[in-house]
């Protein structure tokens, strides 16, 4: 088993593939775990600048799944809501010559045939996949922020805490996957805790509306026009709102304005208002990113005319720019974009990084530690079930009087630590048989604290050969107990009336 964790990130794969993968999200963690591979768990995070997908693979030792088909995969999956494959003579790609090349598993049924050959004949998008301990990293860092366009913002954790919360209604969220993901959200809050990453103003919004209160007055008096819908104007509301800011107007070219406005307590924009919003707005904060400048060079200058010489202050928070290039050249605008926004980022240091770093390391190897105790879970609940079991037939053997005489009681005390210590006795004689009397030593220190030396070897010197001849002529008759030399079938013949 495993984890596997595939990242499209806006650093790497630039905000186009974003949003190319973007609506393929909605049901993505589901297509992944009612697949014919073995996925036993998915996870899906979707901000504005990232889609990650968390799977816990069954990676069986006996019919190993192989990485390019599980990449396969996943590609097919980031791209099943564009256009359908259509095959032809160019793209006739069978079934055994994807195996072949290892871009199939064995098992893959013929019907997802279509599917595979559709991955090999589109643009890839390259998710970047992450592996086994790789992935777990992964998802530690981009919890604590360490890996955000501004290192140590805290919207990461919360959307994740979210993603997970929708696994887990989705049913999609397998054990290990809760385990992984709760304990980078324990670590990110560590993080929070002990180092100077998390504090005030350390997120793309806070830092933002940090750089334009250098030049306007305190937000509380101002207007502010929003432009945009999405993940970062919900943000953006909350950080003017932090800051006393009331006076907030919203505009979208995608209709959503009256809906996020009535959601937000704002007021919305007309579609055909933008205009008249900039002339009187004090602040505009752009947050769309959707690829196309909705604040032209034309425009702003027509703007700046009704202005009457006031100066208008843009604050762009796209990760492709809402404002077109020259707009920040104009006379009377000053324009804070994401460039401004990394240049102003608090200097915590690299001390603060490099500690932010030390726990993410520390929490993995805690993490690894939790679960390599866990896969012993199924021998505990073993050992437990035989002592209860063990426990309730003799209590069945009890009389059911109300009282007990003290030599019963203790009868069935020793019968009972007889059968306890049955099974360990006969394994113990059975490991001496076999040579192997160090080991069991050993075993039983580590599965019961006992320290027990080995006594003295009496045939030290003797050929092997012959020393298992002699051990074989003594050993006793199976199933019975040397020490008490007893059979279980011994144990119940006594029952008290």
């Known amino acids: 088993m495993g984890l596997h964790l595939y990242s499209v990130h806006h650093r790497v794969h630039g905000l186009d593939a974003v949003e190319r993968v973007t609506p393929a ?37 006996d019919d190993p799944l192989h990485y390019a088909a599980l990449d396969a995969f ?13 095959p032809n003579a160019e793209h006739c790609t069978t079934l055994t010559q994807l195996r072949e090349h290892g871009l ?21 998008v390259d998710a970047k996949p992450h592996r086994l301990a790789d992935a777990v ?11 955000s366009m501004v290192v140590g913002e805290r919207e990461i954790s919360g959307q994740l805490r979210r993603a997970l919360a929708v696994a887990g209604q989705e049913e999609t969220a397998s054990t290990l996957i809760h385990r992984v993901v ?17 504090s005030a103003g350390r997120s793309v919004v806070g830092v933002g509306l940090d750089v334009v209160e250098r030049y306007l007055p305190p937000l509380r008096e101002c207007r502010v026009l929003l432009i945009g819908t999405g993940s970062y104007a919900g943000a953006s509301v909350a950080g003017l709102h932090a800051r006393g800011c009331m006076d907030i107007h919203v505009y979208s070219t995608s209709g959503r304005a009256a809906r996020f406005a009535a959601g937000h307590d704002l007021s919305a924009v007309p579609t055909d208002g933008l205009l008249q919003a900039l002339t009187q707005a004090d602040l505009v904060v752009s947050c769309r990113g959707v690829g196309a400048p909705v604040l032209r060079v034309a425009d702003v200058r027509e703007v700046l005319k009704r202005r009457e010489g006031r100066r208008l202050y843009l604050l762009d928070l796209a990760l492709v720019r809402d404002v077109e290039a020259g707009v920040g050249q104009l006379p009377g605008v000053k324009l804070i974009d994401l460039k401004a926004v990394r240049d102003a980022v608090p200097n915590v240091g690299v001390d603060q990084v490099s500690r932010a770093i030390d726990l993410v390391h520390q929490g993995t190897a805690d993490l690894a530690r939790e679960l390599d105790q866990r896969r ?24 059911a009087t109300a009282t007990i005489a003290r030599d019963a009681v203790i009868h069935a005390l020793r019968r009972l630590a007889a059968r306890m210590a049955h ?63 007893m059979v ?10």
Do not use: W
């Not at 992964?138 to 360490?146: K, P, R």
């Not at 279980?488 to 009336?497: P, S, V």
């Open 182 to 198: 709760d304990a980078a959200l324990r670590t990110s809050r560590k993080i929070a805790h002990l180092t100077g990453l998390a």
């Open 137 to 147: 990293t992964h998802i530690f860092e981009v919890a604590a922020g360490l890996d």
């Open 423 to 485: 099974i360990p006795t006969a394994r113990a004689h059975d490991a001496a048989g076999a040579g192997r009397a160090e080991e069991y030593v050993a075993a039983l220190h580590e599965v019961f604290g006992i320290d027990a030396p080995l006594g003295e070897h009496h045939l030290a010197a003797r050929p092997s050969a012959r020393r298992r001849q002699l051990h074989d002529a003594h050993i006793p008759e199976a199933g019975r107990c040397p020490a008490t030399g």
């Open 104 to 124: 199939m598993n064995p098992r893959t049924r013929e019907t997802d045939h279509a599917a595979a050959v559709h991955t090999l004949t589109r643009i890839p």
């Open 488 to 497: 279980l079938a011994d144990l119940g013949k006594e029952k008290h009336e």
């Open 74 to 86: 996943v590609e097919s999956q980031l791209t099943h809501h564009e256009r359908p494959f259509q």
């Open 376 to 399: 012993l879970d199924p021998a505990i609940v073993a050992v437990r079930s035989l002592v209860e079991a063990t426990v309730e037939d003799e209590i069945e053997r009890l009389p």
């Open 25 to 61: 999200v909605a049901g993505l963690a589901q297509r992944c775990v009612h697949s014919t591979l073995p996925i036993r768990g998915a996870l899906t995070l979707a901000t504005c600048n990232r889609v990650e997908l968390l799977l816990d693979v069954d990676q069986s030792v």
